[in-house]
């Protein structure tokens, strides 16, 4: 299994710009998320998905769009690229049964925009 | 709201033992999670504790929880080189809608030859 992958690894964009990140997932878990890094602000939590053609907002919503037409898929869209997106992206998933809720996490989106 | 707090940097020598300690507030969390990232890599789950557990020993980890306190702390034994990483603290469970979890800030830990 190739777990969670992303793509692209890195990526400059211009202020006003748009660009797709994408997430697939091969284990067949329910939930994805979405995340964004900045140092030493931990992960804030952007959108996440329970299912296919299910999806709601995270803390930090506001700049991105997901949609979720797979189980495996869960891409996030950049309309209009702000310097106050340059950022880590992660994608994440997880089973969604109850008990520990272990998330796997792909290998992250470094991107900059300026 | 619901929040997650460590301190950012530690710094031990090899050998020694390394202790990170978290404070959250959502008392209704039934796991707390300790996740690892090392240098251009994502999170990858190190250790979680139940809600009703106040200890768990894994190797050379141990997991301490005060509910009471609402504190979290990872000690890890005769740290070495390879355990230089960042440490994130994390709460929430299955039961928290959609299964989300709340992240601390990460504690990046140095250890020093």
């Known amino acids: 299994n190739a777990g969670v992958t992303q793509t692209p690894k890195f990526r400059i964009l211009k202020i006003g710009q748009s660009m797709t990140l994408q997430c697939t997932q091969d284990m067949n878990h329910n939930y994805m998320y979405w995340y964004r890094q900045d140092p030493g602000m931990g992960l804030k939590l952007i959108y996440y998905s329970v299912g296919a053609g299910i999806t709601d907002k995270g803390e930090v919503p506001n700049g991105y769009n997901v949609s979720r037409s797979t189980t495996e898929d869960f891409p996030l869209r950049l309309e209009l690229a702000a310097p106050s997106q340059t950022s880590v992206y992660f994608c994440?998933?997880?089973?969604?049964?109850?008990?520990?809720?272990?998330?796997?996490f792909g290998p992250g989106t470094r991107l900059t925009v300026l | 709201g619901e929040d997650v707090e460590q301190s950012l940097f530690l710094s031990v020598r090899e050998g020694d033992s390394s202790v990170i300690n978290c404070t959250y507030t959502?008392?209704?969390?039934?796991?707390l999670y300790w996740y690892k990232q090392e240098p251009g890599a994502g999170l990858q789950l190190l250790t979680y504790i139940f809600s009703n557990m106040d200890m768990k020993q894994d190797q050379r980890l141990t997991v301490l929880l005060n509910k009471k306190d609402k504190h979290l702390s990872l000690r890890i034994a005769d740290t070495q080189t390879g355990d230089s990483a960042i440490y994130f603290c994390?709460?929430?469970?299955?039961?928290?809608?959609?299964?989300?979890?709340?992240f601390g800030q990460g504690t990046e830990l140095s250890v020093k030859p």
């Open positions: 994440a998933s997880s089973e969604g049964l109850a008990g520990v809720n272990e998330q796997f």
């Open positions: 994390a709460e929430g469970g299955i039961d928290n809608q959609g299964g989300k979890l709340i």
């Open positions: 959502d008392s209704s969390s039934t796991y």
